[in-house]
Structures are given as structure tokens and as C-alpha cells.
């Protein structure tokens, strides 16, 4: 889809190139998708999740593993690098890029997120994921479900139990907290990436969001005082 004068999927390409922490791109496609330099492909699986399984299968070691959407129109090689480095430094074996609902809805005003509530506030994911290590293929499953059920942030915390159903509720754990109770449930260390820029969290699914996305990309080109 173009967004902007380029086409959305370009915009990604451009900002994991340019990035420090990236020694290879993998684009989960058709090749008809488009011609860059340095870019592979990898056949699509049935869906995102089962497409990184597959992946996973077919590329023993290539851990860690950036994992992110071609609908991620507002990516940036800054946030790319501060996501890698904060996941490199943190260490274990699955990171999630997440941002401030609060913040976003605020910069972002009439845009709609999907926010999981915490002790901490509320917070929306930004489509980025750090696979460490190999052992992340066996949150893969579990993926496969969120996929489907992600506007229901509720269904999602209570395939983890209905204690930490109850926790959430009662807002007793932290993000952090609660990343690391779910990690523990399948045996991974998993931690938040928190990004600082709202746009972190933008990513195309409607024609509401292609809007939001072009007018921010204009603004971006503004020239500062």
C-alpha cells in the first residue's frame, strides 16, 4: 500500500538498512513484494506467528532474531536501535517493544489502541519483538493464539490462568511484573522495551490509521524553529 508517495513495506525496509544493530533483513513474502538490496525472502506461512516458527525450523541460530511488521509505517532506525540495544542489554530470551497508552492517545488525539491495563498505567504494543534465543519457539503456540484474539486483551491475559486474570484486574502487577510471571509460565525470561516515541505505537490496520500515519509523516518533514 502507498502511503505518503512510498510504499509502507519501503519505509521498513529503509529504517532496519540504516540501522547499526542490523546484519541481514529477511522479508516474510512473495519476491513480487519488491527489489532492495541485500534483502531476502522467506515463504509465508498461514499466518505471522506460524511464519516465525517456520523460520525458526529452517534457520537454526539465527537468534537474536529481530521480528517486526511491514505495516509498521512510522518505524524509524532510531527507535529500531534503541529497541535492539535496550533488548541486548537486558538480556533473556524474548523482549516486546511497548509504549504509554496515555502518552499515545494524547499526541494522537481520535486514534484508537488496543491498551492492556497494568498496576503501572495502560500499555499498547508496538510490533517489535526480540527473540534471544532459540528457546522463544515455545512461545510460539501461544502467539498463534494472541494473533487471534488481540483486540481482546482480556482474552489474551486469561489464557495465562485465571490468577493472573485476577491480578490484572486488581491491577496488582506491573508491566514488568507481569511479563515476567508469563515468561515463567513457559520457561523464557520475557521484559518490556519501553519506547519513548508515541509514533512507536502507530501501525496501519484502517484507513483512520493510513490518515494519522501520512499526517505524521508530513509533520515529521516540517523544518523545526
Given amino acids: 500500500m502507498p502511503l505518503a508517495g512510498a510504499a509502507m513495506i519501503n519505509r521498513v525496509i529503509a529504517a532496519l538498512s540504516s540501522s547499526k544493530h542490523i546484519a541481514r533483513i529477511v522479508v516474510c513474502g512473495p519476491p513480487e513484494l519488491g527489489a532492495w538490496t541485500n534483502v531476502e525472502f522467506f515463504p509465508p506461512a498461514a499466518s505471522p506467528a506460524r511464519s516465525t516458527l517456520a523460520f525458526f525450523e529452517n534457520h537454526d541460530g539465527n537468534a537474536p532474531l529481530l521480528v517486526t511488521t511491514a505495516d509498521h509505517a512510522l518505524l524509524t532506525t532510531e527507535m529500531v536501535d534503541h529497541f535492539c540495544q535496550h533488548s541486548l542489554d537486558q538480556g533473556g530470551d524474548l523482549t516486546v517493544a511497548m ?55 482480556w482474552k489474551v491475559i486469561s489464557a495465562f490462568g485465571w490468577l493472573s486474570l485476577l491480578g490484572v484486574i486488581l491491577r496488582v502487577w506491573t508491566l514488568r511484573g507481569a511479563f515476567r510471571r508469563g515468561g515463567a509460565r513457559f520457561g523464557v525470561a520475557v521484559s518490556p522495551v519501553i ?31
Fill in 195 to 225: 519506547m519513548p516515541w508515541t509514533d512507536a505505537a502507530i501501525d496501519v490496520d484502517t484507513l483512520g490509521d493510513k490518515a494519522l500515519a501520512e499526517s505524521i509523516l508530513s509533520a515529521r518533514l516540517l523544518p523545526t524553529a
Fill in 99 to 153: 509504549a504509554d497508552k496515555a502518552k499515545v492517545l494524547a499526541a494522537h488525539a481520535g486514534t484508537r489502541r488496543t491498551g492492556y491495563p497494568f498496576r503501572d498505567g495502560a500499555w499498547c504494543s508496538c510490533n517489535m519483538f526480540g527473540m534471544l534465543t532459540p528457546k522463544v519457539a515455545k512461545l510460539i503456540a501461544f502467539w498463534r493464539y494472541v494473533e487471534e484474539n488481540r483486540k481482546k486483551p
